[in-house]
Every structure is written in structure tokens, then in C-alpha cells.
């Protein structure tokens, strides 16, 4: 099983079955970023366009804005590439490819930061999960309304799971989350997205991994209805 998610402590960046990295919030260790569990058999293949990462190598402009749509409002994330060269390529291909239609924030911390990048079909989360990108070192902190790549305790684990830091967690600087961007227009829009589910399963209420990249929306909108969700991701010309 392969998550990428903030773990309880510093202590546990590894737990059993799970290749993930740790990260703590101020004194008290508070969980990180997921992302993709353990592949199961493969889904029959999508129909959309995106069911090949392999097309979607274009080269990030040195700077470039995505408008975010969602069901609390509106915000806009700026993204730098000479931040995280790799993460922008990935984060601008995404965006402009509509990956992020009807994608649910659904692991939200209150004061750490919120997490989504799960498609919604799980056909297309399928081929998604293992189209990882290479490091990036990190040049930028992870300081309140900054875009990072959620990722695992392994080398290179990026895919398609970010997360918005609420807050000024520079202790995950160390730990190789590199950010890309930031928001610039509608963090007040940011700070009301859903938090009362908390941490995912096992550790907390929240949404489990492995059945959402299995199940989907479905299982999103069946078992956590008050999750909010990007109705679009724009690019700002």
C-alpha cells in the first residue's frame, strides 16, 4: 500500500504495509499529505483523454495562474516554476487537461493544511498513481497558502496529490516537500473548505485511500457528503 499522507509523529514515518513520510506540526505532530495505495487488478481502461500520463509532458510556462472553482467559492493559485521545475510541468499539465473537474478536498486538517488530487473516476486514478515525477529540491517554504506535492517516504513519489498549507509548517522544509506555487486570490475561500471529517482512515474519521482510489466519487459522495469539491481548474491568461 502505497499512501502519502502526514503521519502522527515523527517517529512513525514508516507504519507497517505503508511507505509514507512523517510530518509533525509545531510541538505536537499533526499527519501529512496522501496519496496512492497498493494498485489493485486494473480497472477496465478510461475513455477520457487522460487515460495516457505519458501525452502530458508539456513544459510549464516560467509563471502561470489556475483559477480554482469550487463548491465554497473561488481561488487562484500562482505557480513559479523555477520553484519546482518538475511539480510545475505536472501541476500546469494537469490543470490545463481538466484533471481536476469534480475533485473532492478530501483530507482537510484544521490549522495544518487541506489535501485532494484523487480523481473522481477511478479508472483514470488508476493510471494516474504510479505516473510519478522526479524530486524537485526545495527552494521555498511551506508557510501559509504555499501549493506542495503530497508524496511518500520514497524517492521520486510524486504524482497527482497536493495540498495547501493553512498554515506556516516549515518543519516539512527538511523533509523534501518542495512547493510550487502559492495562493494569491481566495485563501479566505480556502479556510472554509470542509475540515470535519479530520484525518483519513485508519488513524482518523476520515476517507480511506485505498477505497478512494478504488471506488471513486462514489465512495466519496455515499460515505462523506459534506466534502467540498473543484468544480474546475482554469488557466488565468
Request: proline share 7%.
Amino acid at each position: 500500500m502505497n499512501r502519502r499522507f502526514l503521519l502522527p509523529s515523527l517517529a512513525a514515518a514508516l507504519v507497517a504495509g505503508l511507505s509514507s513520510s512523517a510530518f509533525a506540526q509545531s510541538a505536537a505532530a499533526t499527519p501529512a499529505p496522501d496519496a496512492k495505495p497498493a494498485a489493485p487488478a486494473a480497472p477496465a481502461a478510461p475513455s477520457a483523454s487522460l487515460d495516457d500520463p505519458s501525452k502530458f509532458k508539456e513544459k510549464a510556462p516560467d509563471s502561470f495562474k489556475v483559477k480554482f472553482d469550487t463548491s465554497v467559492g473561488s481561488f487562484t493559485i500562482e505557480v513559479t516554476r523555477a520553484l519546482s521545475p518538475n511539480g510545475a510541468d505536472r501541476f500546469f499539465n494537469l490543470a490545463k487537461n481538466g484533471f481536476f473537474t469534480d475533485v473532492a478536498f478530501f483530507r482537510v486538517i484544521e490549522g495544518f493544511m487541506c489535501q485532494f488530487g484523487i480523481h473522481g473516476d477511478p479508472k483514470i486514478a488508476y493510471v494516474w498513481r504510479t505516473a510519478n515525477i522526479q524530486d524537485d529540491p526545495v527552494k521555498a517554504s511551506n508557510t501559509r497558502g504555499m501549493v506542495t506535492f503530497a508524496k511518500t517516504g520514497l524517492p521520486n513519489s510524486r504524482s497527482t496529490q497536493f495540498f495547501i498549507n493553512f498554515g506556516d509548517n516549515t518543519q516539512l522544509d527538511e523533509m523534501g516537500f518542495s512547493p510550487f506555487g502559492k495562493v494569491t486570490e481566495g485563501m479566505d475561500v480556502v479556510d472554509k473548505i470542509y475540515k470535519g471529517y479530520g484525518e483519513g482512515a485508519p488513524r482518523g474519521n476520515g476517507p480511506d485511500q485505498m477505497r478512494a482510489q478504488t471506488e471513486g466519487n462514489a465512495y466519496f459522495k455515499k460515505e462523506f457528503p459534506k466534502l467540498d469539491y473543484i468544480k474546475s481548474a482554469t488557466l488565468v491568461k
